[in-house]
């Protein structure tokens, strides 16, 4: 049977991507949100935030009729749960957001929907998903069993990459994880529509583990680079010239030192695997605490420069996780401007974030803390700290500015060797 409704929950980073290339292949598609302001702006035509060629998609879909946006779902042929799985305060899962999506979707279930988990998963979440359905709905069933109608359950997790998500849900080989074969064959056959790249089937909890490894590796080559920094920083050895070195071996290939590691995936992935396992993950929650500290120990060296020089006004380039978005989830940056403006209380922070209109809480509660823009900030500072490399900094002459005004923590060409840090 065909699809022809789609009921999209969640229209954040994923969810609203995968809506506006859903619509664009004709299919009518419901953005189902419980931010009222992400509902307008969507039934508008526009976007609540920066990713590269979204808006057209979005705009389009909905002058043509075909994506609309709400605050609770309506009856669909399929629903996509694409809400956050943040973790706790013990860097354990917290799944109430599928749940609150499950219960959701579950008045709405007539038999025959297809249900898909995007939101990046601890193994097992998709089965409880659907309990979670089930228990609400014990008329229906995975298996058909006395009589009752079947659901279609499956997971499939997002690999695209910020700042070009539009181009990667087309392009990237997908993962698709039934907790049924036919679930599993249903759920390629939607994303079979806008998805060019191969289409890999498996169970539910392969899939689901299959994206926190995909993450979890990168974590961990990740943080054997940033233990490079620190050990190199002790030792008094340029690591980016030891990195060069190294990887001039034909079968080494070392990832760049940084000031840690954000996003809602690799920052947070890894813990879903240690909290899965925690007696045999002894290695990736070894790499994931050398990536938290990272920042902690950026901002403990800038202090430790300005403390020694004086400083009263330091501009800090960048809150975003990566460059060239404003997404600042779990982003260094933002820890690493917090911690400093605990360290130097009497400090003015000028912060520069094109991307944003205003701070993130944690940071506008700082007093010492301002938004401003990139002239404002670099011609006021004593000091300029490079942590995220958006474009727009590329302007920046590090060499004009001397080293004792301009310090980078994620960036290196020749002309930089003697002020980057990392």
């Given at each position: 049977?065909?699809?022809?409704?789609?009921?999209v929950?969640?229209?954040?980073?994923?969810?609203?991507?995968t809506?506006?290339?859903?619509?664009?292949?004709?299919?009518?598609?419901?953005?189902?949100d419980?931010?009222?302001?992400t509902?307008?702006?969507?039934?508008?035509?526009?976007?609540?935030?920066v990713?590269?060629?979204?808006?057209?998609?979005?705009?389009?879909?909905?002058?043509?009729?075909?994506?609309?946006?709400?605050?609770?779902?309506?009856?669909?042929?399929?629903?996509?749960?694409a809400?956050?799985?943040?973790?706790?305060?013990?860097?354990k899962?917290?799944?109430?957001?599928?749940?609150?999506?499950?219960?959701?979707?579950?008045?709405?279930?007539?038999?025959?929907?297809?249900?898909?988990?995007?939101?990046?998963?601890?193994?097992?979440?998709?089965?409880?998903?659907?309990?979670?359905?089930?228990?609400?709905r014990?008329?229906?069933?995975?298996?058909?069993?006395?009589?009752?109608?079947?659901?279609?359950?499956?997971?499939?997790?997002?690999?695209?990459?910020?700042?070009?998500?539009?181009?990667?849900?087309?392009?990237?080989?997908?993962?698709?994880?039934?907790?049924?074969?036919?679930?599993?064959e249903?759920?390629?056959?939607?994303?079979?529509?806008?998805?060019?790249?191969?289409?890999?089937?498996?169970?539910?909890?392969?899939?689901?583990?299959?994206?926190?490894?995909?993450?979890?590796?990168?974590?961990?080559?990740?943080?054997?680079?940033?233990?490079?920094?620190?050990?190199?920083?002790?030792?008094?050895?340029?690591?980016?010239?030891?990195?060069?070195?190294?990887?001039?071996?034909?079968?080494?290939?070392?990832?760049?030192?940084?000031?840690?590691?954000?996003?809602?995936?690799?920052?947070?992935?890894?813990?879903?695997?240690?909290?899965?396992?925690?007696?045999?993950?002894?290695?990736?929650k070894?790499?994931?605490?050398?990536?938290?500290?990272?920042?902690?120990?950026?901002?403990?060296?800038?202090?430790?420069?300005?403390?020694?020089?004086?400083?009263?006004?330091?501009?800090?380039?960048?809150l975003?996780?990566?460059?060239?978005?404003?997404?600042?989830?779990?982003?260094?940056?933002?820890?690493?401007?917090?911690?400093?403006?605990?360290l130097?209380?009497?400090?003015?922070?000028?912060?520069?974030?094109?991307?944003?209109?205003?701070?993130?809480?944690?940071?506008?509660?700082?007093?010492?803390?301002?938004?401003?823009?990139?002239?404002?900030?670099?011609?006021?500072?004593?000091?300029?700290?490079?942590?995220?490399?958006?474009?727009?900094?590329?302007?920046?002459?590090?060499?004009?500015?001397?080293?004792e005004?301009?310090?980078?923590?994620?960036?290196?060409?020749?002309?930089?060797?003697?002020?980057?840090?990392?």
């Amino acid at each position: 049977m065909g699809i022809s409704s789609v009921a999209v929950i969640g229209l954040g980073y994923i969810g609203l991507p995968t809506a506006a290339i859903l619509a664009s292949q004709d299919v009518g598609v419901l953005g189902v949100d419980v931010n009222r302001q992400t509902v307008d702006a969507v039934n508008r035509g526009d976007v609540p935030f920066v990713e590269p060629d979204l808006a057209t998609y979005v705009a389009g879909a909905v002058t043509q009729g075909k994506l609309s946006a709400a605050l609770t779902p309506s009856p669909a042929d399929a629903f996509i749960v694409a809400v956050p799985t943040p973790f706790t305060d013990d860097r354990k899962p917290d799944l109430s957001y599928i749940q609150a999506a499950a219960q959701a979707i579950a008045p709405h279930l007539q038999g025959g929907e297809l249900l898909i988990l995007e939101s990046t998963s601890p193994p097992g979440t998709t089965q409880q998903m659907a309990d979670w359905i089930l228990g609400a709905r014990p008329d229906l069933s995975l298996d058909g069993s006395q009589d009752r109608p079947v659901i279609h359950v499956a997971h499939c997790p997002e690999r695209v990459l910020p700042g070009r998500v539009m181009i990667e849900l087309v392009t990237n080989d997908r993962i698709v994880g039934g907790l049924t074969v036919e679930a599993a064959e249903r759920a390629r056959d939607l994303y079979q529509l806008f998805c060019q790249g191969e289409i890999h089937l498996t169970n539910a909890v392969t899939a689901e583990m299959a994206k926190l490894v995909e993450n979890s590796f990168r974590d961990v080559n990740i943080a054997f680079a940033n233990e490079l920094s620190v050990i190199s920083d002790n030792l008094g050895i340029d690591v980016w010239e030891l990195i060069d070195l190294a990887n001039h071996h034909p079968r080494v290939n070392i990832l760049k030192p940084g000031a840690g590691v954000g996003g809602h995936c690799i920052a947070v992935d890894p813990w879903f695997i240690v909290a899965s396992d925690p007696k045999n993950s002894k290695l990736i929650k070894r790499a994931r605490k050398v990536n938290d500290a990272k920042p902690r120990r950026v901002a403990r060296q800038v202090a430790g420069i300005a403390e020694r020089a004086g400083l009263t006004k330091i501009t800090v380039l960048g809150l975003a996780f990566k460059p060239n978005i404003d997404d600042m989830r779990e982003s260094p940056a933002v820890q690493i401007v917090d911690k400093l403006a605990r360290l130097c209380p009497t400090t003015e922070l000028l912060v520069v974030e094109p991307h944003v209109r205003s701070l993130p809480a944690r940071l506008s509660r700082r007093p010492n803390v301002t938004l401003t823009s990139l002239d404002e900030g670099v011609a006021g500072a004593q000091l300029v700290v490079h942590l995220v490399d958006h474009d727009v900094f590329q302007t920046i002459d590090p060499d004009v500015m001397g080293d004792e005004r301009f310090i980078s923590f994620c960036r290196r060409s020749p002309s930089e060797d003697r002020h980057t840090l990392a």
